[in-house]
């Protein structure tokens, strides 16, 4: 039985509007008739009490730390599955029979060359580009590429494992030719994160062998990321895709958005904080001072969330992993040590338990990268390939879910009053 939520409005009126629930307890109030009933909109700079879809694919309960994909636990993904199999999972609803999850290796072993002309973009561009830029660019190019139409399941499969496959490829070749090296092909023996190590790392001279541990700790970093509900990307990728613009389009504008330093870019942001207090002496003091003052804009990154008022669930395994491979691989970072302490003082600081802010997935994630040689610009295009099954996976719910539109906004307008056009002579003279 629908249960409904009762406002009375200033003038007196009163309107009652359905609730509705989710499958772990979650109440929204349905305000769809609202502005027709009423001429009244919501507002919510932001969108932190709203809700823009119904959606079966993660689960997020930020007062108590827990995120599933698709009802699985993080935790046990992170655990037990790989990146292609959770890839699968997000996209499909359920996780794969043995069958399928070959056949979807295969598939992505096929897709996994870059067109040899987009070497041609590659190369022209400056030197200096950040990375994610490069990324938006080609990734919006590949519709140019491969301009099938998804309107078929095949069309769809296809197109979502192109995606998967080649973004790998494109960024590890964006590194090589970063370097002014030799483009180092995908190896059909190697599965996904393999290859991207090999692609990454390998050279005629210097032959890279791929360590076992990095490989799961690559698989568990994508796994991480792989999904995170409406968050900022993901919003950007509905609402592109909400146009009917194409999903590389969305894709790209997803990448976008997570490439600032307040999402997905914290990454990069956390290893200058880290680096700023070991090589250029800042102490760990006055960084927290830095970040509690309100006269400064700086804000200590890979703290604090918007869903998350406990620890992130996700930086709980990434310092787990963090810890052991640096360990394993007899790594001695010193971020690491300075990460711990900075995050014990802010810990114990009232002010960052007063505001709820706790280390979120990337605090610990970039030296995780480190460990495993990634540079530093390249630490928001890590986040983007595992971010791509999310985006994926939301951007099919979007398109197939009746119940959307055109994402399109109100607004309170708080600009002039209607006015005349003023002549040229009147305005005055500026000198
Ligand atoms: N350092 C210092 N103060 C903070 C921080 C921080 N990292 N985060 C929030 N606050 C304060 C903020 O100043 C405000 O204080 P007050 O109420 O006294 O004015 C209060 O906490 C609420 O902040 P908000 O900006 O309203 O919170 P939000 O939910 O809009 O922002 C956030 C969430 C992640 C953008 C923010 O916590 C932040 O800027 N963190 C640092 C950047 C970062 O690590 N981003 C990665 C997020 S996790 C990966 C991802 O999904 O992208």
Redesign the pocket.
């Known amino acids: 039985m629908t249960e409904y939520a009762t406002i009375t409005l200033d003038d007196g009126r009163t309107m009652k509007l359905p609730i509705v629930k989710g499958t772990e307890g979650e109440k929204a109030i349905d305000i769809r008739a609202l502005r027709a009933e009423t001429g009244y909109i919501t507002y919510d700079p932001?969108f932190?009490n709203t809700g823009s879809c119904r959606s079966r694919i993660t689960f997020m309960d930020g007062e108590k730390g827990i995120l599933r994909y698709r009802g699985i636990p993080i935790e046990e993904l992170a655990r037990r599955s790989s990146f292609v199999e959770t890839a699968y999972l997000l996209i499909n609803g359920e996780l794969p029979t043995s069958d399928e999850l070959i056949r979807t290796s295969v598939k992505l072993n096929d897709h996994s060359l870059v067109h040899e002309d987009m070497n041609t973009f590659y190369r022209n561009f400056p030197r200096a580009s950040h990375p994610m830029g490069i990324l938006s660019a080609m990734v919006n190019a590949l519709r140019s590429f491969y301009p099938t139409l998804l309107n078929t399941e095949e069309e769809f499969e296809q197109t979502f494992l192109r995606l998967i496959s080649k973004v790998r490829t494109m960024a590890a070749l964006s590194y090589k030719i970063s370097l002014g090296h030799n483009v180092e092909y995908p190896r059909p023996d190697y599965t996904y994160c393999t290859n991207f190590l090999h692609m990454m790392f390998n050279s005629p001279v210097r032959p890279y062998k791929v360590h076992r541990k990095l490989v799961k700790a690559l698989n568990v970093f994508w796994i991480l990321h792989a999904d995170?509900e409406q968050?900022?990307s993901t919003s950007v990728v509905r609402s592109v895709g909400s146009s009917r613009a194409n999903i590389y389009a969305s894709v790209s504008a997803g990448i976008s958005a997570l490439w600032g330093?307040?999402?997905?870019g914290?990454n990069q942001?956390?290893i200058s904080m880290l680096e700023n207090i070991n090589e250029n002496g800042a102490t760990i003091s006055q960084v927290l001072r830095k970040?509690?003052s309100?006269k400064d804009t700086f804000?200590?990154?890979?703290?604090?969330?918007?869903v998350y008022k406990t620890y992130?669930p996700r930086a709980k395994i990434m310092k787990k992993y963090c810890d052991d491979v640096l360990k394993k691989l007899n790594i001695n970072d010193p971020l690491l040590n300075i990460a711990r302490k900075l995050e014990e003082a802010a810990l114990s600081d009232s002010y960052f338990a007063d505001?709820n802010?706790y280390p979120?997935?990337?605090f610990y994630s970039g030296i995780l990268l480190r460990a495993m040689g990634i540079p530093t610009n390249m630490f928001t295009v890590m986040f983007a390939i595992g971010r791509l099954p999310g985006w994926i996976a939301q951007w099919r719910e979007h398109m197939t879910d009746p119940e959307q539109k055109i994402t399109r906004p109100r607004q309170v307008y708080l600009g002039y009053n209607k006015r005349s056009y003023v002549s040229m002579e009147k305005r005055g003279i500026e000198d």
Request: aromatic fraction near 4%; include cysteine.
């Open positions: 932001g932190g995170h968050n900022c330093p307040l999402h997905g914290a942001a956390v970040a509690k309100k804000r200590l990154m890979g703290f604090g969330h918007r992130d505001h802010l979120n997935v990337d």
